[in-house]
């Protein structure tokens, strides 16, 4: 039997709002109704961040495979589908796309449509720990790529008030990398009194948690960690490899001594497509 569709079109004070933006779409076979024209000044659901929609789009997009809403080998919804569902212009999803292309998430095909070559690189996941046995531990196959030091120097800031800061911290700058990419910026700020002991090998292969645990006759008494979620400055996205105002996780974590002193300051800044935080419940 035929189906039958109807246009539907929503009173003039009425608004239909889809999660993150856009109406969900099963497969580009799926009928799509053309929207009704939006007035110029109603709001987008891409307009409250100051990332470019191309970049919402595409992260959008790779949830989608990540979740299996896009099935592995099947084919996605058309470019004039996605613009319709989402409201934006058919070159902004074709932006969207080319990043998936690039990642190799998608492989395009003349004549026969867009299809899912594979799911977002398992490999390249990174669990930010949320426990202090976990935090001393590198990901396996992760190394660390030093890009800078000084000595001594103050932090920044001291995002946690948990003491008295050292008089002076040897200050280093880290690129950790997974799988030839890049996924961590690491920010560390170690009490020059103890930087010395630590040996310039573990520099390239642990954790800084882990060299300061490893320094004999320290005893630690309280340590912090707070994570936040924002997009990329320049830099960060240039050592990242990933666009401007993309999504990042900020990762803050403060070590204080037995005697009050903030021994560690530490900013981390995690690719925001391979960041996880799983916690323990029961």
């Not at 889809?18 to 109603?42: I, N, Q």
């Not at 950790?176 to 292969?205: F, K, M, N, T």
């Amino acid at each position: 039997m035929r189906k039958r569709w109807t246009r539907y079109t929503p009173a003039a004070n009425m608004s239909i709002v889809y999660p993150f933006g856009c109406r969900p779409l099963m497969s580009s076979a799926e009928p799509v109704l053309e929207p009704a024209a939006r007035p110029a000044s109603a709001p987008s659901a891409f307009d409250g961040s100051r990332m470019p929609r191309y970049l919402q789009l595409a992260t959008l997009f790779r949830r989608r495979i990540e979740s299996g809403h896009w099935p592995l080998g099947k084919q996605v919804p058309t470019v004039d589908n996605l613009a319709a569902a989402c409201g934006v212009a058919r070159a902004t999803v074709r932006q969207a796309l080319d990043i998936l292309a690039e990642e190799n998430l998608i492989a395009r095909y003349r004549a026969k449509g867009t299809f899912v070559t594979r799911a977002p690189g398992e490999e390249l996941w990174c669990e930010v720990k949320t426990d202090w046995s976990g935090l001393l531990m590198s990901p396996e196959g992760a190394t660390m790529e030093v890009l800078s030091t000084e000595r001594g120097v103050q932090p920044k800031a001291l995002f946690h008030p948990i003491g008295t800061p050292a008089p002076a911290y040897r200050h280093w700058r880290r690129l950790h990398w997974r799988g030839g990419r890049p996924y961590h910026l690491g920010e560390v700020y170690i009490d020059e009194r103890l930087a010395g002991r630590i040996p310039a090998a573990s520099l390239s292969s642990k954790t800084s948690l882990r060299m300061l645990k490893d320094i004999r006759r320290l005893t630690i008494a309280d340590a912090r960690q707070t994570l936040t979620i924002g997009t990329a400055d320049m830099e960060p996205a240039r050592l990242l490899q990933i666009p401007i105002n993309a999504p990042v996780a900020y990762v803050h974590r403060s070590v204080a001594d037995e005697k009050g002193c903030i021994i560690f300051v530490g900013e981390g800044i995690y690719r925001g497509d391979v960041v996880r935080l799983d916690i323990k419940l029961t």
